[in-house]
């Protein structure tokens, strides 16, 4: 059973549309990152989220935790062609234990 | 801040030899070191957790003696495939987390396996 499923897997979407990453569990996370990953390079991170409800924007995305600490959703706004590049979101137990979700392989056409 | 580095970048190796892949955090003290491996255009499989002087974890299905993890120091840990096989040929990237980062991960660019 995956803790953590995201969705879409794929998404391909033209220059300036916008799109939302979906990270969902049944479990309760004392946090969740996002990370954004170019191929043939390590992931990076982009953002941290702590508390429930909590929201943080970084230039045109949003990310935005659930009130339950379950699940989490990362929106762009106006997509560019850099923002291409497999989307993951891991999640934190409080065993310090990390779990990616499968990942979004997100492409934006010009 | 939060930079890790990994050695080499690509290798390409025979059947049967076997080669060492270094990570180190080059500007924090990592006390715990992670090392994933990852398929084309799949998500991160996690192999082993490491924390500095004492044995790794290895994930269910990892063959810790084909897979030898050293975290000797607090900026570095190594990875050794032994006896490498074309199956080992993967991206292999490690990540480092330490204090007063909570519970963030910090990756490095990954090495490029490919075993002929």
């Known amino acids: 059973t995956q803790l953590l499923e995201q969705s879409p897997q794929f998404l391909s979407i033209q220059e300036g549309e916008n799109l939302t990453v979906y990270c969902n569990s049944s479990s309760v996370f004392s946090s969740l990152q996002w990370y954004r990953q170019e191929p043939g390079e390590g992931p990076v991170l982009l953002v941290t989220?702590?508390?429930?409800?909590e929201v943080k924007k970084l230039k045109r995305l949003t990310f935005q935790f659930g009130d339950a600490r379950k699940d989490s959703s990362l929106h762009i706004t106006a997509a560019q062609p850099g923002d291409t590049g497999l989307y993951l979101c891991?999640?934190?137990?409080?065993?310090?234990?990390?779990?990616f979700g499968d990942g979004t392989t997100l492409t934006v056409k010009p | 801040g939060a930079v890790v580095s990994q050695h080499p970048s690509w290798v390409i190796c025979k059947s049967g030899t076997s080669v060492k892949i270094e990570c180190r955090s080059l500007?924090?003290?990592?006390?715990?070191m992670f090392w994933y491996r990852q398929f084309p255009k799949q998500s991160l499989m996690l192999m082993a957790t490491?924390?500095?002087?004492?044995?790794?974890?290895?994930e269910q299905g990892v063959e810790k003696d084909k897979f030898l993890i050293n975290h000797a120091s607090l900026t570095l840990s190594t990875l050794t495939v032994t006896s490498a096989h074309p199956e080992d040929s993967s991206f292999y990237i490690c990540?480092?987390?330490?204090?007063?980062?909570?519970?963030?991960?910090?990756f490095g660019p990954g090495t490029r396996l490919t075993v002929t």
């Open positions: 989220v702590v508390t429930g409800g």
């Open positions: 891991a999640a934190n137990t409080n065993a310090g234990k990390s779990t």
């Open positions: 990540s480092a987390s330490g204090q007063g980062r909570g519970d963030e991960q910090y």
């Open positions: 500007d924090f003290q990592a006390t715990t």
């Open positions: 490491s924390n500095e002087g004492s044995k790794a974890t290895y």
